[in-house]
C-alpha cells in the first residue's frame, strides 16, 4: 500500500535528474530555493491524486488507499489475465491502452500507477482528464499546458525537451470523454505526437465501445 506522507524526496530526486544537466544552458537556469518550491508544489500536486471521493463518500474526499485492491486486467492480444500493481507489469509500459466500461475503476488505476511511478523518481508522471481540453484546444498545447502547471515551468522549450526524452509520463484518462466531433482530430494530432515524440511515454483510459482508441500506434490494449 502507497504512502503519499514519504513522497517529497523522490519528487526532489526526480526533479534534480531532470534539471542538473540543464544548468549549463542559460535559459534554464533555476534558483536553489526555486528548484526546492517547484518540487514542493509538484509533491502537493502528485500528493493530491490519492485524495477521491467515492459513492458512499461523496461529499468528502478519502484517501483511496483505504480502499484500494490491485485490478486484473486483461492483455487483449494473449488473452493473459494478471494483477497490475505497477506499471512495469504490463508488457510494453511505455503505451499502455486500459480500456472498460463506466465503475470499473480505471481512473482510480490510472492515479495509483501515477503515484507509484513518482516514488521510482526516475521520470514525472503528469495525469490529465481528458474532459478538460478545450474545445478546438491542440493536444500537444493541452499536454504542455498540464506538464507546465504540474512542474509550475511555463518554458514550452523544456516542456518540448522532457517529451523528446522521455522525461515525463502522461497519464491521460478519459479518452471517450472527448467530445465525439473533436475525437477523429485528435486520435491523428496523438499519432502526429508519437512521431515527432519518439521516446514519449503514455497510458490512456478509454471505454472498450471507443474503437477510435485502437488506432493509437504500438500502444498494448488492456
Not at 121 to 144: A, C, D, S, T
Amino acid at each position: 500500500m502507497a504512502d503519499t506522507t514519504d513522497l517529497a524526496t523522490p519528487v526532489i530526486t526526480i526533479f534534480e535528474k531532470i534539471f542538473t544537466p540543464l544548468k549549463q544552458f542559460a535559459e534554464f537556469q533555476l534558483e536553489k530555493v526555486n528548484f526546492q518550491s517547484l518540487a514542493l508544489e509538484a509533491h502537493n500536486k502528485l500528493a493530491g491524486l490519492a485524495q477521491v471521493r467515492t459513492i458512499n463518500e461523496f461529499d468528502r474526499s478519502v484517501s483511496l488507499y483505504d480502499f484500494y485492491v490491485p485490478p486484473q486486467v486483461t492483455n487483449l492480444e494473449s488473452n493473459q489475465i494478471f494483477v497490475v500493481n505497477d506499471l512495469s507489469d504490463f508488457s510494453n509500459p511505455k503505451k499502455v491502452l486500459i480500456s472498460g466500461i463506466v465503475g470499473q475503476g480505471k481512473s482510480i488505476l490510472m492515479k495509483n500507477l501515477a503515484i507509484k511511478e513518482s516514488y521510482k523518481g526516475e521520470k514525472f508522471p503528469v495525469f490529465m482528464e481528458l474532459r478538460e481540453l478545450g474545445e478546438e484546444e491542440g493536444l500537444e498545447n493541452f499536454i504542455h499546458r498540464n506538464i507546465g502547471n504540474y512542474i509550475g515551468l511555463e518554458s514550452h522549450k523544456l516542456q518540448s525537451y522532457l517529451l523528446r526524452e522521455g522525461k515525463v509520463i502522461l497519464f491521460l484518462d478519459g479518452f471517450d470523454e472527448i467530445k465525439t466531433g473533436e475525437m477523429g482530430r485528435i486520435v491523428k494530432e496523438f499519432e502526429k505526437l508519437i512521431k515527432k515524440f519518439p521516446k514519449l511515454n503514455f497510458i490512456v483510459s478509454s471505454r472498450p465501445e471507443e474503437n477510435r482508441t485502437y488506432a493509437l500506434t504500438d500502444s498494448k490494449k488492456y
